[in-house]
């Protein structure tokens, strides 16, 4: 396997482990970030050894979304502000892509918090597992954002209309046992005893029948996301038009500034 600066890749027999590696910070998305994990979960894809797939967190959080700290490697659009839709259609948009079309099981392993786009990428995968002690966060809204990676289908799809509008628009945190309870994911597992059954799980998956695997993939993504191209192009146009309101810079001001965000809705 390829090596990348903030992806690690490992192999145990017909598994493939994806690590992302920016424990410094929680795992944040920045432009090399999204880059290695493109290239990576392509790899991983056509490497017809590879029988399944999981993507965890190095240290203590799976992914707490995009680096808001490091933007200086994105470009700017000609209002001068951040080019998300750029950002999302090139390179984050293949990774959710790639990991929901990849003709092989992929499993998430929580081990840690899930926020925005990090959620995003854990509900992309076909079963998600976490540590009780984790927690998934759609915080978008508090920094004047709307949900993007394919949040806004994921979400609905796995815990309905009424669920995903609560944790869109309050941007509260979901408890791991909660998140199973709620359908959002499929496992809580106690701390100590995560690795170990995150490792017979995906072990089983590569033991198993690897085309009824990608069969059943092709089905549901037939039934339930047959309009993620769409939906992942419209969350690209909309996130545009927030990261060019007020609203946005106000929420990244109060984020790196550590202090309530003072909204004025423009």
């Not at 027999?13 to 979960?41: C, H, Y």
């Not at 994105?74 to 999302?88: F, H, I």
């Not at 995968?125 to 966060?137: H, I, M, P, R, T």
């Not at 609560?166 to 941007?171: Q, T, V």
């Amino acid at each position: 396997m390829s090596e990348f600066a903030t992806i690690n890749v490992h192999r145990r027999g017909g598994a493939a482990t994806i690590e992302l590696s920016r424990p410094e910070s929680m795992n944040a998305w920045n432009k090399q970030f999204g880059l290695d994990l493109r290239a990576a979960v392509e790899q991983v894809a056509q490497d017809d050894s590879v029988r399944a797939v999981c993507i965890t967190g190095a240290g203590r959080g799976f992914s707490s979304g995009a680096d808001l700290k490091d933007l200086s490697g994105e470009e700017l659009s000609a209002q001068g502000r951040p080019d998300v839709q750029k950002a999302l259609t090139e390179r984050y948009h293949p990774i959710i892509t790639g990991v929901r079309t990849m003709p092989k099981p992929v499993v998430a392993a929580v081990n840690g918090p899930a926020v925005g786009i990090g959620l995003s990428l854990a509900l992309a995968a076909d079963l998600v597992v976490a540590k009780e002690s984790a927690y998934f966060l759609l915080a978008f809204v508090n920094i004047g954002l709307a949900p993007d990676g394919g949040s806004s289908l994921f979400v609905p799809e796995r815990v309905g209309f009424t669920r995903a509008a609560e944790m869109a628009m309050l941007g509260e945190r979901v408890g791991a046992r909660q998140a199973a309870e709620w359908g959002l994911i499929n496992r809580a597992v106690a701390d100590d005893a995560f690795d170990a059954e995150v490792e017979a799980l995906v072990d089983r998956l590569a033991a198993g029948a690897t085309a009824a695997h990608a069969a059943i993939k092709r089905q549901l993504n037939a039934w339930l996301f047959a309009r993620m191209e769409g939906q992942l192009e419209l969350e690209a146009g909309i996130q545009q038009e927030m990261a060019h309101s007020d609203d946005f810079m106000e929420g990244v001001s109060a984020f790196l500034q550590k202090r309530p965000a003072e909204f004025q809705g423009r």
